[in-house]
């Protein structure tokens, strides 16, 4: 079983469209999450943080439930730009700087 | 510009034919990592130092060298490619104070392995 699982998509939603990725991970002793954004063929960048109480910035809301080891993202209001791969990541507890990579969630925003 | 470069950007080279691959960072960071991205597999990590003269490997390691001599540079050798070691590579470096988890990652480097 991987250690960080998406689906892989891929989606496509119109321009406007509210959609939402998923993530789930397998060790109970993950600390950190996070959600970056791959463009094709360039470096992954970090879209933002995820916090146990939920945090949005702007369009964007994450979420995390311990419990059922379970990250969210959800995006309103589709961009044409929103259109990447959106890749789910977590560290470890003790490993200040591990992060572990889910296989990433494709999406396309459509005209 | 806080940035980390990678040399080259593309790169094809025979099987068996010593490579380096170069990674330096201008953000005074401790931490550098080198991952290795294949289609549904993700992002892998190769080796990590947490500062100078400090490496240790990660989750792929095997057919891969390390050296961190100086704090800003963190070049990845492959002594003897070979075609399985085709992908894409990136590197990462972050600073290991503070609560900021964020890495920045090179611009990438394609390898193709003949």
């Known amino acids: 079983r991987k250690e960080v699982e998406q689906d892989p998509g891929p989606f496509n939603v119109p321009e406007g469209a509210t959609v939402a990725f998923n993530c789930t991970y397998s060790?109970?002793?993950?600390?950190?999450f996070f959600w970056y954004r791959q463009d094709c063929r360039k470096e992954p960048k970090l879209l933002m943080s995820?916090?146990?109480s939920g945090n949005e910035d702007g369009r964007f809301t994450a979420q995390l439930n311990r419990a059922s080891q379970y990250i969210s993202l959800l995006i309103r209001d589709s961009k044409l730009s929103d259109s990447a791969t959106y890749l789910c990541v977590v560290t470890l507890s003790g490993s200040a700087r591990q992060l572990t990579f889910g296989s990433g969630t494709q999406l396309t925003v459509l005209p | 510009e806080a940035q980390v470069t990678q040399n080259p950007r593309y790169l094809i080279t025979v099987t068996g034919k010593k490579l380096t691959v170069t990674c330096s960072q201008n953000m005074n960071h401790e931490y550098m990592s080198w991952y290795r991205q294949d289609p549904g597999l993700g992002l892998r990590q190769i080796y990590y130092s947490m500062n100078v003269e400090v490496t240790d490997k990660g989750d792929v390691p095997e057919g891969y060298k390390v050296s961190r001599k100086e704090k800003r540079n963190f070049p990845l050798i492959l002594e003897s490619p070979s075609p399985n070691q085709t992908s894409l590579y990136f590197c990462?470096?972050?600073?290991?104070?503070?609560?900021?988890?964020?890495?920045?990652f090179g611009s990438g480097t394609r390898l193709t392995v003949v």
């Open positions: 990462a470096s972050s600073s290991l104070t503070g609560n900021h988890y964020g890495y920045t």
């Open positions: 060790n109970s002793a993950s600390q950190s």
């Open positions: 995820v916090y146990s």
